[in-house]
């Protein structure tokens, strides 16, 4: 029988000892305040928005949201940036991606002061996690650890495979498997023999956002399975794993809904709190 990993549960767990942490912080009168950014009027981008500020406020969190034309140009959007980073209030800013396209991702992001930057995306965290530095991790990636260390599945000396190499996923998940004595392949769009790779993991992470890649034949009797895959299919939301079948073959796998998405919210949280106790006047 195939273990359940119940994201849901995890995050709740986290999530509590967050709301701890942002009471005591509150208490010494530095509530932790979270902003997010959103550009433009993509539906997914919407509710990924909301539901990051539903989870701060619930957090005991100063939480909001700015809502920008798609049609702002990009020295409007850095002047935002900039007016978020002198602003005591504020512990963490999240620009939610993707942005138009007339604006460049990486320029925003590396405007947000580093000790804001929650995401983790910005050039100096991302080669902070890269050189096992101290800095904020990515929210996804560090959500998936979080859950395997809940679960007591150990990563020393295991093969994982990633596929997808995001700046977002795919990359950090590697860099903090490695950090954890995992063997690590990444593979991706171009990757050819796929399954040949994918069936000699121990723990097989799959962030692509391809409904059903991964099939039952591509996986290791006793693998772990993590879905990180987001997917409408036929109306219903459905993760990169064929689960039906790939429950069968695994020993454990998570959900969609209800694996991956919570813990990234969670550590969001975690993230926005780490930022606040970080200021020191
Ligand atoms: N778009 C999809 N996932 C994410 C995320 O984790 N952070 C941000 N900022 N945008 C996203």
């Not at 701890?20 to 990924?48: K, M």
């Not at 500020?53 to 049609?71: N, V, W, Y």
């Not at 990636?141 to 150990?154: K, T």
Request: charged residues 20%; negative net charge; hydrophobic residues 45%.
């Amino acid at each position: 029988m195939t273990h359940l990993i119940d994201g849901k549960k995890w995050a709740l767990l986290s999530r509590e000892e967050t709301k701890q942490a942002c009471a005591i912080l509150t208490q010494e009168g530095r509530q932790p305040g979270l902003t997010v950014v959103l550009v433009g009027e993509d539906p997914a981008s919407q509710t990924y928005v909301r539901g990051k500020e539903k989870a701060a406020t619930e957090a005991g969190m100063q939480s909001a949201i700015i809502r920008l034309e798609a049609t702002i140009t990009q020295d409007e959007l850095l002047a935002v940036i900039y007016r978020l980073n002198q602003d005591p209030h504020v512990h963490g800013i999240l620009v939610q991606l993707p942005l138009p396209k007339h604006i460049d991702d990486q320029v925003i992001i590396d405007a947000i002061a580093i000790e804001k930057d929650v995401d983790g995306f910005h050039a100096t965290n991302v080669g902070a996690l890269a050189l096992g530095l101290t800095g904020f991790v990515p929210c996804t990636p560090l959500g998936i650890m979080r859950m395997l260390a809940y679960e007591n599945i150990s990563l020393s000396g295991k093969h994982a495979v990633v596929i997808g190499r995001s700046n977002i996923v795919g990359k950090p998940m590697a860099q903090l498997l490695l950090k954890a004595n995992a063997t690590v392949t990444i593979c991706h769009s171009k990757t050819e023999n796929l399954g040949q790779i994918t069936r000699q993991a121990d723990i097989l992470i799959s962030a692509v956002g391809k409904a059903h890649l991964v099939k039952a034949d591509m996986v290791k009797e006793g693998a772990v399975v993590i879905d990180v895959g987001m997917n409408r299919l036929d109306g219903k939301l459905v993760g990169d794993v064929d689960f039906e079948n790939v429950k069968e073959v695994a020993s454990a796998i998570t959900p969609v809904p209800g694996g991956v998405g919570p813990m990234t919210i969670a550590m969001l949280l975690h993230n926005t709190v780490q930022a606040a106790s970080n200021v020191t006047s």
